[in-house]
């Protein structure tokens, strides 16, 4: 089981991430402050730190190097309201995996946390099974039934996108950050997310896979794991 | 025209004046003193002929061409000096002048006389030349010390209206400083240098107070709608009835909709507040064929065609975020607002930028869209702002943006030269 602490002052947003993070399975320490978070870095191990910049008692930037030397192993991700791009690469050179502004949705913040679990601590080599679905994020190959998919980079991130969020809404809007990140935020246009999951699912069907992607009315879409047909 | 030059013209042209004035002055003065002095001077003289008279025993014997003497009844009051002018057969130059005469009468060992005598005026043409002589004489020293000494001394005394328009121009938000000046002699510019500080100061706070409202906006607004996003995304996954779903999702939609409204509204306080700063020189022509790679896909899905004309290596000085910011936002609109299936047409040269997309008819006039939360369609999701940043880079930048819808085709022209 995956371990992580998060480090955020927002009360509420610190709770809206430990349920979620809880409801998928992983299990999520919490403080609120530099000094309680050096102290939590003494006594545990974990294999992901949350870390927000902004922070009471200092900036999380400080902190960077206090994980670095405690939990070498560790992976850190930045989330920040400041989007500023001095922030991020200063964040990112000091020895952060990975960068989130805010707000970033939960299911996001999520794939991400996995994606970093998968690359450092199980050296990229985890695939990822679910029924007949075979899905490698290393070489990005997707099997039905040991058949090759034929997918396109998108819909391959798609498809990894709704595994690690397994029968859990996700809206459109989280899909579109999450397959083109914020700059083309704006393009907030669903036909594109449309079309990208009808492909997915006619490919996953041709192959001979169930069809477990359904469309949730007015919010998005749902990697249901047990399909009604 | 320079200040120093319209001061020169104005003095001399009241310099012009005055010496007309002063030319006719010193012209009526010094006629009528050099007929005062001629008549005094021909009283000496019939002075003198009356004193000689006394000696002389026939005072008939002095009449000569220019003295007449009349005997007049002794009884008769005496006449005092009088002098006119008169003409007269002028007998060196042979021709009739304007001359002087005095007349007096005198009592001569008992006999009353009437003496008088006359002499040549000084023409007037002769004062008339000798004073407008003199008078362009001084004007042309005048001028030409004027011309020489007004640029010497105009240098020295706008020397401090120079310095402070050297700091206006430098003033910058960045730096935080209000304008200070170096006190000056000259009223005038203290009081402008008093204005100017008072003015700078008041600029500065303003700009801190929306610098600080738009930076509060944008990292407080954040955790409250992080917050509200992530309740209703945990809220999306509990068992919850259709009614309740739909609910949900109108609030979830809302919230995103916030969320872009705050980042783009952000960006543009940004740019308003000239926040990026550090112009580079960018090869447009790359960061358009790498931003039209990531739309490719978007494109195809809506089948879109692309047709492109790129000058290789078109330099524009801009900070590169602003230049992506130009480019997505130029395409992702020209995206958005197309037809299926539609084209674009792309151009870019060392004069201007020109993006024409086919598109539905507006409703109202296309340069409305330029208007932040202007939008040809209220339905679309769209918040609206996208064209307003591109409108504001390119006011930054200097260049000019066109708008047009003609033949079912919207085009944005952006000059990058002017």
């Given at each position: 089981m995956m371990k992580i602490l998060l480090i955020e002052d927002q009360i509420e947003l610190s709770d809206n991430i430990t349920e979620f993070l809880a409801s998928v399975g992983i299990f999520c320490d919490a403080c609120t402050n530099c000094f309680d978070a050096q102290d939590k870095l003494l006594i545990n191990s974990y294999d992901s730190i949350v870390l927000d910049i902004m922070l009471p008692d200092g900036t999380g930037l400080e902190l960077i190097d206090v994980i670095k030397k405690n939990q070498s192993k560790c992976n850190i991700l930045i989330i920040s309201a400041k989007g500023s791009l001095g922030d991020k690469i200063e964040g990112l050179e000091l020895g952060a995996d990975d960068y989130l502004t805010k707000p970033f949705h939960l299911a996001e913040l999520h794939a991400r946390l996995k994606a970093l679990y998968r690359r450092n601590q199980l050296g990229g080599s985890d695939v990822l099974t679910f029924n007949e679905i075979q899905v490698n994020p290393e070489n990005l190959q997707a099997l039905i039934n040991q058949t090759l998919l034929d997918l396109t980079k998108k819909e391959f991130d798609l498809l990894l996108f709704f595994l690690t969020n397994k029968d859990r809404v996700l809206g459109r809007q989280a899909i579109v950050q999450h397959l083109w990140?914020?700059?083309?935020?704006?393009?907030?246009?669903f036909d594109f997310v449309y079309q990208h999951i009808k492909n997915l699912r006619k490919k996953i069907c041709q192959a001979?896979?169930?069809?477990?992607i359904e469309t949730v009315y007015g919010i998005g879409y749902k990697f249901n794991t047990s399909p009604e047909k | 025209m320079k200040l120093i030059n319209q001061f020169t013209i104005w003095y001399l042209g009241i310099s012009i004046i005055v010496f007309l004035i002063g030319g006719l002055l010193i012209f009526y003065k010094l006629e009528s003193e050099i007929d005062f002095e001629q008549g005094k001077e021909l009283e000496r003289q019939l002075d003198r002929y009356a004193k000689k008279m006394e000696t002389l025993?026939?005072?008939?014997?002095?009449?000569?061409?220019?003295l007449e003497i009349k005997e007049l009844p002794a009884d008769q009051a005496m006449i005092p000096f009088q002098s006119g002018d008169t003409l007269a057969w002028h007998e060196p130059l042979e021709q009739i002048e304007r001359q002087v005469k005095a007349g007096k009468s005198y009592l001569v060992n008992g006999r009353h006389f009437y003496m008088s005598t006359y002499n040549i005026m000084i023409e007037s043409n002769d004062i008339t030349e000798t004073v407008v002589q003199t008078m362009v004489a001084i004007f042309l020293m005048l001028l030409i010390f004027i011309a020489v000494t007004s640029r010497l001394v105009s240098k020295r005394i706008l020397q401090p209206f120079h310095q402070s328009l050297n700091r206006i121009k430098n003033f910058?938000?960045?730096?935080?400083q209000p304008l200070e000046f170096e006190p000056t002699k000259t009223e005038e510019f203290e009081k402008l240098h008093d204005f100017l500080n008072k003015m700078s100061i008041r600029l500065l706070s303003d700009y801190k107070v929306v610098k600080e409202f738009s930076e509060n906006l944008s990292h407080e607004i954040q955790t409250p709608i992080a917050v509200a996003s992530g309740k209703l995304e945990l809220l999306l996954n509990s068992p919850i009835n259709n009614q309740q779903a739909n609910w949900i999702a109108a609030a979830y939609n809302a919230n995103e909709k916030m969320t872009k409204i705050v980042n783009s509204l952000a960006t543009l306080a940004k740019l308003e507040n000239q926040?990026?700063?550090?112009?580079q020189s960018i090869d447009l022509s790359r960061l358009i064929a790498d931003c039209l790679k990531e739309y490719e896909e978007l494109m195809g899905i809506k089948n879109i065609t692309l047709h492109q004309q790129l000058t290789p290596s078109v330099k524009i000085d801009m900070h590169p975020n602003m230049a992506e910011m130009l480019i997505n936002n130029l395409l992702s609109n020209a995206i958005k607002h197309n037809e299926s299936p539609g084209y674009i047409y792309l151009e870019v040269n060392n004069k201007c930028l020109i993006i024409k997309n086919k598109g539905p008819k507006p409703t109202?006039?296309?340069?409305?869209?330029?208007?932040?939360?202007?939008?040809?369609?209220?339905?679309?999701?769209?918040?609206?702002l996208g064209l307003s940043i591109v409108q504001q880079i390119c006011r930054i930048h200097g260049y000019i943006l066109d708008y047009t819808f003609i033949n079912e085709e919207h085009q944005i022209t952006i000059q990058l030269q002017n």
């Open positions: 990140g914020d700059y083309t935020d704006d393009l907030a246009n001979g896979g169930k069809d477990y | 025993e026939n005072p008939e014997r002095l009449r000569k061409d220019r910058s938000f960045k730096d935080n926040e990026f700063e550090g112009s109202g006039n296309v340069t409305e869209y330029l208007k932040r939360f202007k939008k040809g369609n209220p339905m679309s999701e769209s918040i609206g």
